[in-house]
Every structure is written in structure tokens, then in C-alpha cells.
């Protein structure tokens, strides 16, 4: 027994150190991302491993020149959140508990729509804005953008609401509760860390789209911070401190609510795991 407990202590170790090296690992390029941006006037070859100071001049600069574009995103980024809840929470729950023919035959099928290379659907898509009217426009984006996350989030959403009680549901029909209230007033509100999850993943997806901001927008009119940074690496080559720090401004607001939200996100994602 006793022998046994320094193998189990060295094991532990042995899995931190790991652990950390992995994660060092990972975080090394968001180090040397913010390193240079604190170090402006060097050349990508000349950054220091640990900048010397806090020099902000590159900061300035790129949220002078991309602050717009932080804003679009976030507008476009927000209204593809609503629109993909809008969507999934209700597809989810139908899938759920209403015992459509063939239910499990669409989820799998929703699965299958995220295999889809998105310049495939870039490509259609344009035709049919072009029809629309919805070229440059902030509801063309938040609907392309919503379209990648509506699959996560009714895979996700449909496995949590499947553990909801059915007698919880019943007794609220049987209180004279409608199918819309039922859902409104008992099963949203149950559902809420799922709705988060699938809510901040959504964001993250829009957040971080390239593919249809660039397809979709022929103009300067809607540009989010993914296609500004692309545009902004061509303009300014040899400022390597401000296009560092537009990266690390656009990775601020997500890295944010995912702070925030780690606790719903653990929650909403092992919910549905066990009924």
C-alpha cells in the first residue's frame, strides 16, 4: 500500500507536467501574438522573446483603423445568435418530443449538412443574395453566419431537451398550458445552459467567419474584423505590431464570454448525457 502511493503521486505529477507542457504549447502563438503587438516598431524577424515594455502605439493604431469592423462583427455576430436560436431551440424541441417519423434520420442528416466545404455553400449562396437583394448587406451575413451554427445547436439542444421529465411537461399541459407555452415557460427556461452553449458557439462561428464575408460582400459597406485583419495584413506588411494587435483586439470579446460562460458551456454540453 505504501509503495503504492508515490506510483500514484508520480503519475499525478507525471499528467500535470504534461498537461502544461501541452498547454503552453497551445497558447504559444496567442504569446507571440501579443508580444509583438507590444512591440511596434520591430520587424517580424527582430521581435524580442519578452517585450521590454508596454507599448501601446500599435493598439492605438489598429483599433483606430479596425474599431468599425469590431463593431460589425459584433452586430452581425449578435444577430446570428438570435436568428440560430430563433431556429434550432424549436427545431430541437419538435425532434425532441413530438416523435416525428424519421427523427433520428434528420439529426443525422443535420450532422451531415456540417461536412459541407463552406465555399461550396458560399458559392451557392451568392447566387440566390444576388436574386434577394442581400449582397453587402448586415441581414445577408447574419443569415449565412446563423446557417453555421443552426446544425450544432439543434444536435446539442435536442440531446438536452430529450432528458427534460416528461412529467414536467405534462403537468404543465395539464394546467392549460398550450404547446407553445409549454415550450416558452417550461422547457427554454429548463434548457437554459444548452440555449448558452449553443448560443456562445453560434457567436464564435460567426465571430469567426472569413469564408462568407468575403464571398458575400463585394464592398466596404459591411466588412467584419476577419475580412478588415485579412485586408489589413496586405496594407500594412511591414507593421507586424499593429496587425498583431487587431488580432488580439478581435480575440478579446470571445475569449470574454468564454470566461464567462465556461460554467454553462461544461453544463450545457454533458446535460443531455445522462437521462
Not at 504569446?31 to 515594455?53: C, F, I, K
Not at 462583427?73 to 434550432?88: D, E, K
Not at 415550450?183 to 434548457?191: D, Q, W
Request: glycine share 10%.
Amino acid at each position: 500500500m505504501a509503495a503504492h502511493a508515490p506510483t500514484v503521486s508520480r503519475r499525478r505529477w507525471g499528467s500535470t507536467v504534461a498537461g502544461l507542457l501541452v498547454l503552453a504549447v497551445m497558447l504559444f502563438p496567442l504569446y507571440w501574438m501579443l508580444n509583438t503587438a507590444l512591440q511596434p516598431d520591430s520587424g517580424l524577424l527582430e521581435v524580442d522573446p519578452v517585450p521590454s515594455g508596454l507599448e501601446l502605439s500599435g493598439f492605438a493604431k489598429a483599433f483606430t483603423d479596425q474599431g468599425g469592423n469590431l463593431l460589425t462583427s459584433l452586430l452581425v455576430s449578435a444577430g446570428a445568435v438570435a436568428i440560430c436560436l430563433a431556429v434550432a431551440a424549436p427545431a430541437a424541441y419538435g425532434l425532441a418530443r413530438f416523435g416525428l417519423r424519421g427523427s433520428r434520420t434528420i439529426v443525422f442528416g443535420t450532422l451531415i449538412t456540417q461536412m459541407v466545404p463552406g465555399i461550396v455553400i458560399a458559392n451557392a449562396l451568392y447566387t440566390s443574395y444576388v436574386d434577394l437583394g442581400l449582397v453587402n448587406s448586415y441581414a445577408g451575413l447574419m443569415l449565412a453566419d446563423a446557417s453555421l451554427g443552426i446544425p450544432f445547436s439543434i444536435v446539442l439542444m435536442r440531446s438536452f431537451m430529450v432528458s427534460i421529465p416528461g412529467e414536467v411537461i405534462e403537468a404543465a399541459e395539464i394546467d392549460g398550458a398550450g404547446p407553445v407555452r409549454v415550450f416558452l415557460r417550461v422547457v427554454l427556461p429548463m434548457s437554459r445552459n444548452a440555449l448558452i452553449t449553443s448560443g456562445l458557439f453560434a457567436f464564435l462561428f460567426a465571430w469567426s467567419d472569413f469564408m462568407f464575408a468575403l464571398t458575400l460582400n463585394t464592398t466596404d459597406d459591411v466588412k467584419p474584423i476577419t475580412l478588415g485583419i485579412y485586408q489589413y495584413i496586405g496594407a500594412h506588411v511591414g507593421d507586424w505590431g499593429s496587425v498583431m494587435a487587431a488580432a488580439v483586439l478581435s480575440a478579446v470579446p470571445a475569449a470574454i464570454l468564454l470566461v464567462l460562460a465556461q460554467k454553462y458551456i461544461a453544463a450545457g454540453i454533458t446535460g443531455g448525457s445522462v437521462k
